[in-house]
């Protein structure tokens, strides 16, 4: 079974740091690029980062970029992401994704608040 | 940055109609790179739709969409109670890679 399991959100003073990780089972992760979007309960859907399969192509939204760091670890079939200096703004649930246009399932997502 | 604008914002209608969601660019989604999402309460988004026309294995063909350049379009053919949910289009053609805003189809 496909899976994308997403941990390490939680409620984080506004210019702290918050690591999230994803953890993928179920094909072959190193085939993919993957993505993190968030969501403000309620809300829509932002991307928020994507990086390629081997991690030679990194891409961020403008509202993170300098701020948030993607990475992954094909041996551990993970794939992190580095949030720093972080605002009220970035409160959010956060998904782990795959490629887009590739039916791959969500995860449940990782809830951060950044509040005082 | 493509902005995508969906319409309408909320669709009221009963089990067994026709369902017409609209999602407009602001310029040209290179090479079809146009998806449908659906999103039910307390439920990551699924895909149903991607390079504007293919469904995703296992998606009813009650669902279907069209269009190309700045203009596309997901149709439920016949509503059924579980297609109540909120759907989103996005491009994944260039970076930023953009959602619409969402449209809503609740049950009248």
């Known amino acids: 079974e496909v899976q994308l399991v997403e941990f390490g959100g939680g409620l984080v003073q506004p210019g702290r740091s918050l690591r999230l990780s994803c953890a993928a089972s179920g094909f072959t992760f190193d085939d993919y690029g993957m993505n993190w979007v968030r969501q403000v309960p309620g809300k829509g859907l932002e991307w928020v980062s994507g990086?390629?399969?081997?991690?030679?192509?990194?891409d961020y939204a403008e509202s993170v970029k300098g701020r948030f760091t993607i990475s992954r670890d094909n041996a551990k079939k993970s794939l992190y992401l580095q949030m720093n200096s972080l605002r009220a703004e970035d409160t959010a649930l956060y998904y782990c994704?795959?490629?887009?246009?590739?039916?791959?399932?969500w995860g449940q997502g990782t809830l951060v608040t950044v509040s005082s | 940055e493509i902005v995508l604008t969906q319409s309408p914002g909320s669709l009221s209608l009963s089990p067994g109609e026709r369902a017409t969601l609209s999602c407009r660019a602001s310029q040209t989604i290179s090479s079809s790179y146009l998806a449908w999402y659906q999103q039910k309460p307390g439920q990551a988004p699924r895909l149903l739709i991607y390079g504007v026309s293919s469904r995703t294995t296992g998606i009813p063909d009650r669902f279907s969409g069209s269009g190309s350049g700045t203009d596309f379009t997901l149709t439920i053919s016949r509503l059924e109670p579980e297609d109540f949910a909120v759907y989103y289009c996005?491009?994944?053609?260039?970076?930023?890679?953009?959602f619409g805003q969402g449209t809503k189809v609740e049950i009248k």
């Open positions: 994704v795959g490629p887009f246009g590739v039916a791959l399932p």
């Open positions: 990086i390629s399969w081997n991690s030679g192509s990194i």
């Open positions: 996005q491009q994944y053609g260039s970076s930023p890679k953009t």
